[in-house]
């Protein structure tokens, strides 16, 4: 019988807290005792679980309290194996516009502790009224343990841990201030793990600080048992045989729902859009993913084996499907940030630009009635700088709404069995 899995949340009081490179280090440092450990991300996040996957060479799955059905949740939180630990999005109690979808929503679904990181590069004694109040601030999320970070010396360690002393919650460890823990970023968040010229070197010096400073025993101890929970469906697949593309330019899928079409007998094809590939001429579906293609518009204009392939596929009448940056290249014209127009598949309408900026940012519940196999109510995320400079008379495929329930414009292009919006769809809405 398999071990049934034990599980924290990594949570923060706030954004750039350090608590992604202190999960990163966690990963490595207990992987290197023998414990087998499951990292997983709370939210809509591409970046950082690939990251996770370096660390611990396990894969890394989303898991978003908004977005996703109690069920859900549960289910992929109970199939993790070993030592699961979340990272949390944000600060521990934010969520959507509602509250909703936190870090502590996280928690409290699945009866996790919260393991908290505290930057203190600027505190002292102040730092026991933050931990007093957060641990008291929801009952249905416990506060088991601290670990304070950016420790500046070894006497402010010592006043942060006697301040908090009296909240009975244990500090598990003091990291010190450590300015070689930067990664680079770029305009959608962190540069790739794929792109990290050392991101071996990068991981080893974290799990090296997280060695030296956190009781890893006491950490792992503190973990709670995941309850197993029914199986809950999944997204309906785009097609039996789907061409997927994969790249640097093509890498914002969620691991969840390709899971599931394996699950079910889908055959998943990869393909290499920037390697000029194109999708497995077999295929009655083709998905293209979020990601950066902005970054790559003109290798990908010249990619004619790709643009080809995807074009053929779509006069056979197979299912094409973009998401965000597939999308963008689902379009006429891709304008990069420099002005310069770079032709594209041209399937839809869309002539798209990231000369001209705008933050589009937010959870969405989309319905739709198209050929898409995805039930007709659907919730999920939008995440993008560029924008729509010209839209033609394709049909729109989504209605959308906020995290409130305010209606946006309609999202998203549909023609004939070529559809694609600056949707990233999570799982369907609940009943």
């Not at 207990?30 to 996770?52: C, E, M, N, Q, W």
Request: with cysteine; hydrophobic share 45%.
């Amino acid at each position: 019988m398999a071990e049934q899995p034990r599980g924290l949340v990594i949570a923060a009081p706030g954004s750039g807290s350090g608590k992604t490179l202190v999960t990163l280090g966690l990963l490595r440092a207990l992987s290197r005792t023998g414990i087998r450990v499951s990292p997983a991300k709370a939210g809509p996040d591409y970046i950082d679980p690939r990251f996770h996957e370096a660390a611990s060479g396990e894969a890394c799955f989303n898991l978003d309290p908004w977005a996703m059905r109690p069920e859900l949740l549960r289910q992929l939180a109970a199939a993790r194996g070993g030592l699961f630990i979340a990272e949390g999005v944000m600060g521990l109690f934010d969520g959507a516009e509602s509250g909703a979808g936190s870090t502590a929503d996280l928690s409290a679904n699945l009866g996790l502790p919260v393991v908290l990181v505290m930057d203190v590069q600027r505190q002292a004694q102040t730092v026991a009224a933050l931990v007093e109040g957060i641990a008291r601030h929801r009952s249905d999320c416990q506060v088991a343990g601290i670990i304070f970070n950016r420790v500046g010396s070894p006497r402010h360690e010592a006043i942060v841990r006697k301040a908090v002393t009296p909240t009975g919650i244990p500090v598990l460890g003091c990291i010190a201030n450590d300015r070689n823990l930067e990664v680079p970023s770029r305009h959608l968040g962190l540069v790739q793990a794929s792109e990290h010229p050392e991101i071996e070197a990068f991981i080893n010096h974290a799990a090296g600080l997280v060695e030296g400073a956190v009781d890893l025993q006491t950490f792992a101890d503190m973990a709670q048992p995941v309850s197993a929970a029914p199986v809950a469906e999944g997204l309906e697949p785009l097609g039996q045989r789907i061409a997927i593309a994969r790249d640097q330019a093509f890498a914002f899928e969620y691991r969840h729902i390709i899971e599931s079409w394996r699950a079910a007998g889908v055959e998943i094809v990869p393909f290499s859009p920037l390697e000029n590939e194109g999708p497995d001429t077999a295929a009655d579906a083709v998905f293209l993913p979020g990601g950066y293609p902005e970054l790559h518009a003109g290798r990908l204009a010249g990619n004619a084996i790709f643009l080809d392939g995807v074009r053929s596929a779509a006069a056979r009448g197979a299912l094409i499907y973009g998401e965000c940056g597939g999308y963008m290249v689902l379009g006429e014209r891709l304008i990069d940030a420099e002005g310069n127009s770079h032709a594209m598949a041209g399937l839809l309408d869309v002539v798209t630009s990231f000369a001209n900026r705008k933050l589009h940012l937010g959870y969405r519940v989309f319905s739709h009635a198209s050929p898409l196999p995805f039930a007709p109510n659907l919730r999920g995320h939008e995440f993008h700088y560029s924008t729509l400079v010209h839209q033609g008379g394709d049909m729109h495929l989504f209605i959308a709404h906020d995290a409130v329930g305010r209606e946006l414009v309609p999202m998203g292009m549909q023609r004939a069995n070529v559809m694609g919006s600056y949707a990233h769809i999570i799982d369907m809405a609940a009943p």
